[in-house]
T-cell receptor, first 116, second 113 residues
Framework: GAGVSQSPSNKVTEKGKDVELRCDPISGHTALYWYRQSLGQGLEFLIY????????KSGLPSDRFSAERTGGSVSTLTIQRTQQEDSAVYLC??????????????FGPGTRLTVL | GESVGLHLPTLSVQEGDNSIINCAYS??????FIWYKQESGKGPQFIID?????DKRQGQRVTVLLNKTVKHLSLQIAATQPGDSAVYFC????????????FGKGTLLTVNP
């Protein structure tokens, strides 16, 4: 079946512009995650959505970052007034309902964001 | 703060050799560990996992070892192939958090033909 898809695959923007990154999770997965991966670094947790519950936004680095998930499926990560330090690969993952135990997260290919 | 880290940032091996990638963790509350493989331009891909009540788990050509005494995790790849070239991350899940993963920085494995 189809995996997690993300768009665009690459985004180049100018400092100060807003960007929107899209994630389509695996059908039927109720949990969705956003991570940021800077060059040569591990993944940094940004935000987590689970069903209709309030999202865990504890990883968002500043109020310029926001995310929403419409209809429990597609998610959009928005970065306002982009800065050069926002340049990174933004990864989305989805999993079945976490429930009481960890469920495997399936990752998309990421969006490489470059802020000039 | 507590974190997951790696001993070696890069590892170069000859095709057919065995590879060992190491990871240190410091959160004693972590009870579940995962190894991911990330090829260039792709997202991380699950390789193998292990729970804290085990010290060894084997998959196809891969073995994960967990030493809770010294908080050390390793990934062994048997008969390494060029297709194994990638960045390998360890990640930990802390007891009580059923979704949050803490990732290490990764080790770049290069397999020479």
């Amino acid at each position: 079946g189809a995996g997690v898809s993300q768009s665009p695959s690459n985004k180049v923007t100018e400092k100060g512009k807003d960007v929107e990154l899209r994630c389509d999770p695996i059908s039927g997965h109720t949990a969705l995650y956003w991570y940021r991966q800077s060059l040569g670094q591990g993944l940094e947790f940004l935000i987590y959505f689970q069903g209709n519950s309030a999202p865990d936004k504890s990883g968002l680095p500043s109020d310029r970052f926001s995310a929403e998930r419409t209809g429990g499926s597609v998610s959009t990560l928005t970065i306002q007034r982009t800065q050069q330090e926002d340049s990174a690969v933004y990864l989305c993952a989805s999993s079945r309902d976490s429930g009481s135990s960890y469920n495997e997260q399936f990752f998309g290919p990421g969006t490489r964001l470059t802020v000039l | 703060g507590e974190s997951v880290g790696l001993h070696l940032p890069t590892l170069s091996v000859q095709e057919g050799d065995n590879s060992i990638i190491n990871c240190a963790y410091s959160n004693s509350a972590s009870d579940y560990f995962i190894w991911y493989k990330q090829e260039s331009g792709k997202g991380p891909q699950f390789i193998i996992d292990i729970r804290s009540n085990m010290d060894k788990r084997q998959g196809q050509r891969v073995t994960v070892l967990l030493n809770k005494t010294v908080k050390h995790l390793s990934l062994q790849i048997a008969a390494t192939q060029p297709g194994d070239s990638a960045v390998y991350f360890c990640a930990e899940n802390t007891m009580g958090s059923n979704y949050k993963l803490t990732f290490g920085k990764g080790t770049l494995l290069t397999v020479n033909p």
